[in-house]
Structures are given as structure tokens and as C-alpha cells.
């Protein structure tokens, strides 16, 4: 198992987790299964050891770690028009006519025919971890477009599955553009070394800083400017280090050495206990975060109702 390296929240309600005891069996009417040969896609779920592994979720305690995945074939679009093109050619050469819109189509889906099942395929997975403590999904992703896909992905397999987008009670932009103003940082978060101050006007100024000391005259007077904080570099608890953007979304998230080091220490000797392991400790960390995130910006879990 990889460390997530981005993270979109959504969350479930109490009532929600209880009706999950059975996503195993519900996901694997859902497995993804190889595109036939005239389609461009299928999505489903494969198992967090592989995608020839049977299990389709994994549980360490309260967590529950899964899949989401797709397999496209590829077929671009310049290979589709530069036959279509060749066909056209032929036609006006050899019996002198120009070809109507219809039967330019026709024309088009013969190529498409002719050419789907000798495409090669792609495979792309979205890991996530679903909370049934604190009724978090937490989406390996930093967009909302393939978070929202996921979950979808879910809501089918399950029939029903109400998890909600988290978004902050207050601006997120106005609170860390406080944090740069006045250094002064919730407990236990402290700054990073990069940031993307905007002006806030439609095309206003970008500016973006990276190894940067964010405390210095420098990164003030664009402040004093007008210019906000879109996104900020921030460590937690000298454990984890991340990007955060106005739309809470979570970027460059990494685990630092002191959590790396309790990993190595664990001991690893077959596949099944180093993701054991991993998952374990980066849930447990991510619970802390996910926390902070809940008292610091107003993130309430939905009710049953």
C-alpha cells in the first residue's frame, strides 16, 4: 500500500455506517471487469493487494480501506479523424462526391468499430478509506470531479449512500490569509515553506512561493497588497506536512520521518502485514488531523436525518 498523498473529505452519517456491515459482498457485484471489445470504459472496484486479489476491502479497526477503479480503452481522437480523413479521401477521389453529415457519422462509427478492440487499455484507481467512527470517507485526490465519480461509484454498489462534500463554515482563503497576516496558528499547526497568494480580482495577480520563509517583509507586502492566501503550506504536530487549498482539499501530503520511522520499526515480512501496518499508522495520524480539521473549521457530521 502507498501513503494517500492528497485528500477530499466527504462524511456519512452514524446511520449510514451501521447499514455498511455487508460492502463486501455488495462490491463485488460491482468488480471491475476488462472493457468488451466495442466499449470505451468500465468502473469498479479491485482489491487494495491487487487486482487479481479476491477481497475487495480491507478492515484494520474502524477503517475500512478500498479501491475505486476504471479502465479505458485508449483510443485518441487524432487516430479516429486521421482514418476518418483517409476514408473521406478515398471517396471524393474515387466516385468524385462530397460525404453528407450522416454518413460522415457512419463513417465514423465503422472506425470506431473497426479499431476499439485492438485499443490498448488503461487502468486508474481512486483509494479511499471509509471512517465508521467518525464517518469520514477520505479520498486519495486532490479533485473534486474524481471524488465525486468515486462516491457515485459507491452510491451505485451500495443503492444508497448519502456522504456529503465537506466544506468549512468560514471562508477557508480569509482564515489563512489571517494565519500569514498575524502568525498566529491554531495549536499545534505550524507554517510551511510555500503558499499561492492571489488578488482576488477576476485576472488579478498570482504569486507563488515554494522553499520559501513565509514569516518574512517579502510575503507581507503582497498581503498588504490585497493579495489573499488560495492555498498554504502547513505541518501538523511535526508529523505530517501538507498543502491546504481554499477548497479544503489537501495536497503534497507527506508523513515525516518521526511517523516514517514508527513504520520501520514495526517490522514488515509479507504483504498482508506491511499494508496492515501502513494503514494502521496513516489512519491513526489522519484521524488526529481529521480532527483538527472538524474543531478548527467547522466540519459537522450529518445526522440521521
Given at each position: ?140 485526490t486532490a479533485s473534486r470531479k474524481s471524488a465525486e465519480e468515486a462516491i457515485s461509484q459507491l452510491r451505485q454498489a451500495l443503492g444508497s449512500f448519502p456522504a456529503v462534500p465537506m466544506a468549512p463554515e468560514e471562508s477557508l482563503r480569509r482564515l489563512m490569509t489571517d494565519w500569514l497576516v498575524h502568525g498566529k496558528l491554531p495549536e499545534g499547526l505550524a507554517l510551511g515553506d510555500e503558499c499561492e497568494l492571489r488578488d482576488p480580482a477576476e485576472s488579478g495577480a498570482v504569486v507563488r512561493c ?96
Amino acid at each position: 500500500m502507498m501513503w494517500f498523498r492528497n485528500l477530499t473529505l466527504f462524511r456519512f452519517s452514524e446511520k449510514t455506517a451501521r447499514s455498511l456491515k455487508s460492502l463486501e459482498d455488495k462490491l463485488a457485484e460491482h468488480r471491475l471487469r476488462p472493457p468488451g471489445p466495442l466499449e470505451l470504459a468500465t468502473q469498479g472496484f479491485i482489491s487494495p493487494f491487487g487486482r487479481d486479489a479476491e477481497a475487495l476491502t480491507h478492515k484494520v479497526g474502524d477503517f475500512v480501506l478500498l479501491n475505486v477503479a476504471s479502465e479505458r480503452r485508449l483510443l485518441p481522437s487524432s487516430v479516429v479523424n486521421d482514418e476518418l480523413s483517409a476514408r473521406l479521401k478515398k471517396i471524393s477521389e474515387k466516385e468524385g462526391r462530397k460525404v453528407g453529415s450522416k454518413e460522415r457519422q457512419r463513417l465514423k462509427d465503422e472506425i470506431l468499430t473497426d479499431l476499439l478492440p485492438r485499443a490498448f487499455t488503461k487502468m486508474s484507481r481512486t483509494a479511499c478509506y471509509l471512517s465508521l467512527k467518525s464517518g469520514f470517507v477520505v479520498l486519495d485526490t486532490a479533485s473534486r470531479k474524481s471524488a465525486e465519480e468515486a462516491i457515485s461509484q459507491l452510491r451505485q454498489a451500495l443503492g444508497s449512500f448519502p456522504a456529503v462534500p465537506m466544506a468549512p463554515e468560514e471562508s477557508l482563503r480569509r482564515l489563512m490569509t489571517d494565519w500569514l497576516v498575524h502568525g498566529k496558528l491554531p495549536e499545534g499547526l505550524a507554517l510551511g515553506d510555500e503558499c499561492e497568494l492571489r488578488d482576488p480580482a477576476e485576472s488579478g495577480a498570482v504569486v507563488r512561493c515554494r522553499r520559501q520563509d513565509l514569516e518574512t517583509d517579502e510575503v507581507r507586502e503582497h498581503l498588504k497588497s490585497g493579495k489573499q492566501a488560495f492555498a498554504l503550506g502547513l505541518t501538523f504536530a511535526d508529523r505530517i506536512g501538507f498543502t491546504l487549498g481554499e477548497d479544503l482539499a489537501v495536497r503534497k501530503l507527506r508523513f515525516l520521518d518521526v511517523v516514517q520511522d514508527e513504520l520501520e520499526t514495526s517490522g514488515r515480512d509479507a504483504e498482508a502485514v506491511e499494508l496492515d501496518a501502513t494503514f494502521a499508522l496513516m489512519t491513526l495520524e489522519l484521524e488526529r488531523l481529521l480532527a483538527k480539521f472538524e474543531e478548527w473549521f467547522g466540519l459537522p457530521r450529518p445526522d440521521d436525518k
